[in-house]
């Protein structure tokens, strides 16, 4: 299961580094598209909105990478001085945490996405609000999926594997004995 867990999170993880980029490039190609459109006296008022919405999605996009690479803001390296049974008991309670949060934060942007679906933003009437919301609400139920895999790792590694300066992916291949 665990082999499973790492394969379904690297394909997600070459997901979101792609779609980071196609979103960044389109993000910089309408900032500049809005520029040029300023020094040539064309007023464009839709690509700021978009922009906006699209940086939005790259820092949501965002949030499985970083949760799989440690680079999350984190109180575990507080964790240091503590037992490592202590540490192993807060680190599985604190993704219990997270799972549960990203379900109702889920839950959420998929209640306000019924809502909204029928509303465009003023000047771009073809991006609907409710849109936004769905993309938030499925990103982070693929975030999951990285804190499972944590969980799933600490749950069954020994204490040398602990180090907080590795990532999953560092961690040795779990062996069926």
């Known amino acids: 299961m ?8 690297d394909k997600i993880q070459k997901a979101c580094e792609v779609g980071g980029v196609v979103l960044l490039i389109v993000l910089f190609s309408l900032t500049a598209l809005q520029i040029i459109a300023r020094q040539v006296s064309v007023s ?15 820092v949501f996009l965002a949030l499985p990478l970083l949760f799989r ?8 390296p507080l964790l240091d001085k503590v037992s490592y049974e202590t540490k192993r008991k807060l ?11 990203f379900v109702f934060v889920a839950v959420s942007a998929t209640q306000a996405a019924q ?15 409710g849109y936004v919301y769905l993309f938030i609400g499925a990103i982070v139920l693929v975030t999951i999926l990285p804190v499972l895999e944590e ?3 600490y749950w069954n590694r020994a204490e040398e594997t602990m180090d907080r300066s590795l990532t999953i992916a560092d961690l040795p291949e779990e062996t069926d004995e």
Do not use: C, H
Not at 91 to 101: A, E, K, N, R, S
Not at 115 to 121: A, E, H, N, R, V
């Open 69 to 76: 690479t440690k680079e999350d803001i984190s109180f575990r």
């Open 44 to 58: 464009l008022p839709w690509p700021g909105q978009v922009a906006q919405y699209l940086l939005v999605a790259a």
């Open 2 to 9: 665990y082999t499973l867990l790492v394969t379904i999170n």
């Open 91 to 101: 680190y599985l309670f604190g993704d219990g945490v997270l799972i549960i949060l």
């Open 151 to 153: 969980m799933v790792a």
């Open 115 to 129: 809502f909204t679906l029928g509303i465009g933003l003023s000047s771009v009437r073809w991006l609907r609000i």
